[in-house]
C-alpha cells in the first residue's frame, strides 16, 4: 500500500506518450476526455475525492489511501474548489507524463524556431 509520503503515482507507468505516438494529439485528448469521464461525478461534473475513491480500481488504484487520493486530487486542483474540472485533469495527466511534457517542449521549440525562419 503507498504512503501519503510517497508519490502516489511513482509506480505508474507513462502511456501516455505511446498514445500519443499512436492516437496524435486529438486521439490523445479524446482519450483523457474518456478517462475523465470515468472518474467524473456525474451530477456535480467534476472529478470530487468521493468519485475519485469510487472508481479509482478503473485505473488499477485501489491500493492507494484516502491521503493519497487527496493528495492527487490537491496536485491538479488549479481553483482550489477541491475538484478537478475536465481542463485540470487534462492537465494534471501531462505534467504526470515527463516524456509527453518533454516532447511538447521539443514541438514548441521547433514551430518557434519555423516562425523565426519565416518571418511570421
Known amino acids: 500500500m503507498a504512503s501519503s509520503s510517497q508519490n502516489p503515482l511513482q509506480n505508474f507507468q507513462d502511456f501516455l506518450p505511446l498514445m500519443a505516438g499512436k492516437l496524435g494529439g486529438d486521439g490523445l ?19 470530487t475525492f468521493e468519485s475519485l475513491k469510487r472508481n479509482s480500481a ?3 488504484l485501489q491500493d492507494l489511501t484516502d491521503d493519497d487520493l487527496r ?8 481553483d482550489g474548489d477541491g475538484a478537478l474540472s475536465q481542463m485540470e ?3 494534471l495527466m501531462f505534467r504526470l507524463s ?3 511534457m518533454e516532447a511538447s517542449r521539443f514541438v514548441f521549440q521547433e514551430s518557434i524556431e519555423q516562425e523565426r525562419k519565416h518571418g511570421y
Open 71 to 78: 493528495c492527487m486530487l490537491k496536485e491538479g486542483d488549479f
Open 29 to 47: 485528448i479524446g482519450e483523457l476526455c474518456n478517462g475523465f469521464n470515468l472518474l467524473v461525478d456525474g451530477d456535480k461534473g467534476v472529478i
Open 58 to 60: 478503473l485505473l488499477g
Open 98 to 100: 515527463p516524456e509527453l
Open 89 to 91: 485533469f487534462c492537465v
